[in-house]
């Protein structure tokens, strides 16, 4: 047979030429024919039959077995059966199969039934190639075979037994596959409790353990003593049952995991074919373990997330870890090493374990500080027998029920901050994942806690903020010094939660202390019986001595929760309430005290933070006491800023020094729909838009903070809900020494101008920056060098082709570059369109979601993929507000599997160096906002005068002057008049004495400009400024509103046309879906042809609405149609040729839809259609009867005649539009022609009317 199978022509069949054949056919080709019982080989999809000798015996002599299907050996009858059995072996099933029929007899009778184990075969990954057949009996089927020659034909018989078993002898003792043939051995209860090894291979000996040499004959208890009795059960049911298995199990002794083959034979011996898995189940485990920990550690984010207390963060990490670990207690140590301190603050603890909040000594646990201090986790399984734990310490640990532990160091800047914990009562030996997760809870417990704390501050400096604007709001109501005192000192009693507080000042000439106020709660408490001290009086002339006047002399804060025995104490006068606690803060001017503020017994005594808020709110006390003395001075000066705040056409605030809006003008009020109260402690931020709102506030408070001025531009709602973008002016007023007295700003609506320019993407902090990227990120504060150490680590770390950052514009649909790192030189990338990635990728990218393509396999366009040189992409987008803004990016050049844990890395960075960019970014702009603060333009535009009663000047601006070209003495009086238009100045001075009785005056007038020689239109308005209730004086401004009368005139002009067009496009709507309905077979083909077609109006009336600022010339109009319809992707087959031609906008709505009919046309069916196909649109103009005419001729070639799928010779609402529509609507000649393999349609029409012949060719 083995001559017979290199004879056979095997590339006749599936298996194709011997010579190509893979090692592991080889191999069990060899097997087959060199075995003596009856065995055959099923190999590949079609299980074509390779076999020996003894197996081609039994079948039909007159044909031959080699390269037909295995299940054809069942011939008409048995074939069914066998072709079942072929199924299950190829899922990877050991078959047996007993008196199955083997091929036909030439009689018609069956040539052989026999019984038959089949067996899967794999190759090196697992996957079944073939199947081997061994007959292991043949039944006598009645009929004898003729004797066999005697002694000769014996021995040539047994002479090729024994090479035949030398051959199968070798390939056993090499197999890589344990094979082992067992007899069970049974108790006297016919139970198997023990098996003897009859014959085992070498392999067997390297995967199972007993040596080959000693097994055979030997009992398995004999080699491992404690077999795990689930084997001799699973035997003894194959045994049992006759069905071969397949079976994993893990070996107990050796802790090894098995793939085992099963075969039953006679009696109680089993054939066993052995393989390790324990690799791959070890793989499989250790998977599990990624993708739980992953799963707890998004758990416990996700928990903590909406908790802002820290200990509340340290308790619910620590509760989820112990719960995650079972472990009895955890919890979270901050160490400060200055003092030598770790404070609990929480611990998480289960069952009797003690608590172990609380502060604790470094020094006490200095075995495991110093290799925390490293860096390093401290593990330990047993502390009563480690080595590591000195002898000394374990008492002490087991009094706090401390046996095994770990502890999960962090470590910022090269100091230890904090420890994550966790303990047990009893011997536990960590594995790796747990170490490893207690890192990475650790390393979150930081960044949670840190949050939480910074939420924390933010809240108390945010009651400090808002007592501070709640004192400057009590200051612009109190009648009273004294009053305002006492209002002060009870929003700071609510701030530092005092039970009652005093103000007061050092008298110079005295050096006494004068009480200037004590708060109501004060008084309540209060029972003065010396009569030197009447109630509701403060005192005053007080010596210097006591608490308040070691503040006073000190100059700086004091605490005291322990009034009695602190040095200076005094004690306190009959009637004053007992002092338990005691709070001082000095009042100080230019940097010398001149008085305090006292407060007294807050529960639980007065805290550092107290004592960080009192000293806050000091300053804005004293100077809100400050300004109410000088309030009356100032009165006249703000009454003429507050008129003069009304004449200005911009939005106007005044604010004190510490940011309370103290005024707003009446064209804010108009604007915004807000008054002064609800402007009040940030009120105004409700109307800034929420984008802009946290960057408008941030960039304010540095301005309070720093006394820099500032300009930016943000959005301001008016007061009907639109948003509309206004440049912001913030400045400081100085005194003569350069001290801020007060703030101004001004809004002035740039709306339009903004729109026209490139908006500004403002960048938001959200994280810290990374921990392993913060060395190289400290101190950068240029975004493009940011970025660029960020993507260059990625690249390097990642060993990708690509990394890169790219912003998102045009509503996130267009990509641009800018920074990268590549593993190669190659040219950059342009701008990309998103869509071109697929429908899928992109719609990810706009609802933030993180986009892991590992080839492209199933991308929607992997010819773009590959132009772009991309196999695998990793993505992770950055969504503002909805908004996809910018993307962090990793490709390949060849696919590539992104693991876990290298999506969660990219995440991580990207969100990280995001904050990085934008921070550095936000520092740049503020730099920049800052220098162009210092060359605002000084003064504002409009031109200023004062006027007496009835309209004679008393002063003018400089504006006037240099406008008008009068001297600085020429307009007062009536001399101003000079300057306006004759026609204009009675009309003007009769104004003037009609406003002696209104409050008010508001007309406009020409103003002759020197420079210019000519006249413009001003709007002047003026108000009367009130003295002892006459109106003596009246303050105006002039604004030129020549360009704004100009406009207005152009744009009622636009409305009219406008109203026009619209009706004439309602007409021709209208006619669109009454032939539309006509031509559609269904509502869908309808929907589908009219949303054509109205976008073929919507880009007509783009192009007319661009009318009055450039021409509609045909050849744009013919472009966008096609590339409307993608024709740009066979651009090389399109040819469009012919003069610039300007085209009448009555005439561009029905021509454009005829165009549109011929295009989609021909990419749904002509030139465009078809590879072979070509387009070309050619014309020209002449002159005909004194009128201009256009010739264009529309040529497809190459196209397909008409099929059964293609409209009846395209004739629909396109071709009744060319052939009807236009010589109707346009005075056109039209011709239309569709051949077998070319189309023509030629358009001639006027361009210009009967009543003229102006040409319309040329440049516009």
């Not at 194959?238 to 995991?257: C, Q, S, Y």
């Not at 501050?457 to 007592?467: M, P, S, T, W, Y």
């Amino acid at each position: 047979m083995e001559a017979r199978v290199r004879a056979h022509d095997w590339s006749a069949t599936p298996l194709g030429p011997a010579a190509d054949w893979p090692e592991t056919l080889r191999s069990a080709a060899r097997l087959v024919l060199d075995m003596a019982l009856p065995a055959a080989l099923g190999w590949g999809e079609a299980s074509t039959l390779l076999c020996n000798d003894a197996f081609a015996a039994l079948l039909d002599r007159g044909t031959d077995p080699l390269g037909q299907s295995f299940a054809a050996l069942g011939g008409e009858f048995g074939g069914e059966a066998l072709a079942a059995l072929v199924e299950r072996v190829r899922c990877g099933e050991a078959v047996p199969a007993a008196d199955l029929a083997l091929g036909v007899g030439p009689d018609g009778a069956d040539s052989a039934r026999v019984t038959l184990s089949l067996t899967p075969l794999r190759r090196a990954d697992g996957t079944v190639a073939g199947l081997l057949a061994i007959v292991t009996d043949t039944p006598a089927t009645g009929t004898e075979r003729p004797a066999q020659e005697p002694q000769a034909r014996e021995s040539r018989a047994e002479a090729a037994l024994r090479v035949s078993e030398e051959k199968y002898s070798t390939l056993f003792q090499t197999m890589g596959q344990g094979f082992c043939e067992l007899e069970l051995v049974r108790d006297a209860a016919g139970r198997a409790v023990d098996w003897r090894y009859i014959e085992v291979n070498p392999a067997f000996e390297r995967l199972v353990g007993p040596p080959a040499a000693l097994a055979r004959g030997r009992r398995g208890r004999d080699f491992v003593p404690e077999i795990d009795p689930w084997w001799f059960e699973t035997y003894e049911r194959i045994v049992e049952t006759g069905v071969p298995r397949r079976l994993e199990h893990r070996e107990t002794p050796k802790g090894r995991w098995y793939e085992v083959s099963v075969y039953p034979q006679a009696g109680d011996r089993l054939l066993v074919l052995y393989d390790d898995v324990t690799q791959r189940k070890t793989a499989e485990a250790a998977l599990r373990e990624r993708e739980e920990r992953q799963a707890f550690l998004l758990a416990m984010s996700d928990a903590v997330r909406r908790l802002t207390d820290p200990a509340a963060i340290e308790g619910e990490i620590c509760r989820l870890l112990a719960e995650r670990l079972g472990v009895e207690r955890a919890y979270y140590a901050a160490v400060d090493e200055a003092v030598g301190l770790a404070r609990i603050a929480h611990d998480h603890v289960r069952g009797d374990a003690p608590s172990l909040a609380g502060e604790h000594r470094l020094a006490d646990f200095a075995w495991s500080a110093e290799i925390l201090r490293r860096g390093e986790c401290r593990v330990v399984a047993d502390a009563q027998t480690s080595p590591d734990v000195p002898e000394t310490e374990r008492p002490h640990l087991a009094a706090l029920r401390i046996v095994a532990c770990m502890g999960a160091p962090l470590v910022k800047d090269g100091r230890l901050v904090g420890v994550l914990c966790v303990t047990q009562s009893r011997p536990r030996e960590w594995t790796g994942d747990e170490v490893e997760l207690l890192r990475d809870v650790a390393e979150r417990i930081w960044a949670a806690v840190e949050r939480g704390r910074a939420e924390v501050d933010i809240r108390h400096k945010n009651a400090v903020l808002e007592g501070i604007n709640r004192i400057f709001r009590e200051a612009l109501g109190a009648s009273t010094e004294e009053e305002l005192g006492r209002a002060c000192l009870a929003i700071a009693e609510e701030v530092t939660g005092s039970a009652f507080s005093f103000m007061g000042e050092v008298n110079l000439e005295t050096d006494r202390f004068d009480e200037l106020s004590i708060s109501d709660r004060g008084w309540r408490h209060f029972a003065m019986e010396n009569p030197a001290f009447p109630a509701g009086k403060a005192p005053t002339g007080l010596p210097l001595h006591g608490l308040y006047g070691r503040v006073l002399r000190d100059g700086s804060g004091l605490i005291a929760n322990a009034p009695h025995a602190h040095p200076d104490r005094i004690g306190t006068p009959p009637g004053h309430p007992p002092l338990k606690a005691f709070l001082g803060v000095p009042l100080k001017r230019d940097g010398r005290t001149i008085g305090m503020i006292g407060y007294g017994n807050r529960a639980g005594g007065y805290r550092p933070e107290d004592l960080e808020a009192a000293e806050a709110l000091a300053p804005a006390i004293l100077q809100a006491l400050l300004r109410k003395r000088t309030a009356d001075t100032l009165g006249e000066s703000e009454e003429r800023f507050r008129t003069l705040t009304e004449l200005v056409p911009s939005l106007l605030w005044d604010a004190d020094t510490q940011g309370r809006t103290a005024l707003v003008n009446r064209r804010w009020t108009e604007y915004t729909g807000q008054t002064l109260a609800e402007v009040q402690n940030g009120g105004w931020l409700a109307v800034i838009h929420p984008d802009d709102a946290q960057e408008t506030a941030r960039v304010f408070a540095d301005a309070y903070a720093t006394g820099h001025g500032l300009e930016r531009q943000h959005r301001i709602r008016r007061r009907d809900g639109v948003y509309r973008w206004f440049l912001v002016r913030h400045a400081p007023a100085r005194d003569a020494e350069g001290r801020v007295l007060r703030w101004f700003g001004a809004a002035t609506d740039i709306h339009d101008q903004h729109l026209a320019a490139e908006k500004l993407q403002l960048e938001e902090a959200r994280q810290t920056f990374l921990l392993d990227l913060a060395d190289r990120l400290q101190g950068q504060n240029d975004p493009q060098e940011t970025l660029h150490i960020a993507v260059a680590a990625l690249g390097r770390h990642l060993a990708v082709s690509r990394v890169g950052y790219v912003r998102a514009y045009a509503g996130g649909e267009i990509i641009e570059r800018q920074v990268r790192f590549t593993a190669r030189e190659e040219a950059p990338l342009g701008p990309l369109r998103l869509r071109d990635f697929g429908e899928g990728v992109r719609g990810r990218l706009h609802r933030g979601e993180t986009v892991a393509v590992e080839d492209l396999d199933g991308v929607a366009n992997p010819a773009f993929w590959r132009s772009v040189e991309i196999h695998s992409l990793l993505a992770v987008p950055l969504v503002r507000n909805g908004r996809l803004r910018a993307a962090f990016y990793a490709t390949h050049d060849r696919p590539r599997a992104w693991s876990p844990g290298e999506v969660a890395l990219f995440e991580d960075v990207a969100a990280r160096t995001w904050e990085a960019a934008e921070r550095a970014q936000a520092e740049t702009e503020l730099r920049a906002s800052e220098a162009r603060q210092r060359a605002l333009i000084e003064g504002i535009p409009q031109l200023v005068w004062r006027s007496a009663m009835g309209g004679g000047w008393t002063w003018a601006s400089p504006q006037w002057c240099r406008y008008t070209g009068q001297s600085e003495a020429a307009p007062l009086g009536f001399g101003w008049l000079d300057a306006l238009h004759p026609d204009d100045r009675e009309r003007v001075r009769t104004a003037w004495t009609e406003a002696e009785a209104a409050s008010g005056l508001t007309l406009n007038f020409r103003i002759r400009s020197d420079a210019e020689d000519r006249y413009r239109w001003f709007q002047s308005r003026a108000l009367p400024l009130l003295r002892e209730s006459e109106n003596s004086e009246w303050l105006g401004t002039s604004t030129d509103i020549d360009d704004l009368r100009r406009l207005q005139e152009q744009q009622d002009v636009m409305v009219a046309e406008l109203q026009h067009r619209t009706r004439n496009l309602i007409t021709v709507v209208r006619s669109i879906a009454e032939q539309t309905v006509v031509s559609s077979a269904s509502l869908d083909v309808f929907r589908r042809r009219f949303y054509d077609r109205l976008a073929v109006l919507s880009r007509v009336q783009g192009l007319l609405s661009r009318s009055n600022v450039e021409p509609i010339l045909l050849d744009t109009l013919i472009t966008a149609e096609l590339d409307a319809l993608g024709a740009w992707e066979a651009a090389e087959r399109i040819l469009l040729e012919g003069p610039s031609v300007r085209l009448r906008k009555a005439t561009v709505q029905t021509f454009a839809l005829a165009l549109h009919e011929l295009a989609t046309n021909a990419r749904k069916y002509g030139a465009l259609a078809v590879p072979s196909g070509r387009l070309q649109v050619t014309w020209r103009t002449y002159d005909e009867d004194g009128r201009t005419r256009l010739a264009l001729q529309w040529t497809e070639e190459g196209i397909e005649g008409p099929s059964a799928t293609a409209p009846p010779a395209r004739y629909g609402y396109g071709r009744e539009l060319i052939e009807k529509a236009l010589p109707y609507a346009l005075d056109a000649r039209t011709h239309y022609a569709l051949g077998e393999h070319a189309l023509h349609c030629s358009i001639d029409l006027p361009l210009t009317d009967r009543r003229g012949s102006e040409r319309t060719t040329g440049n516009p």
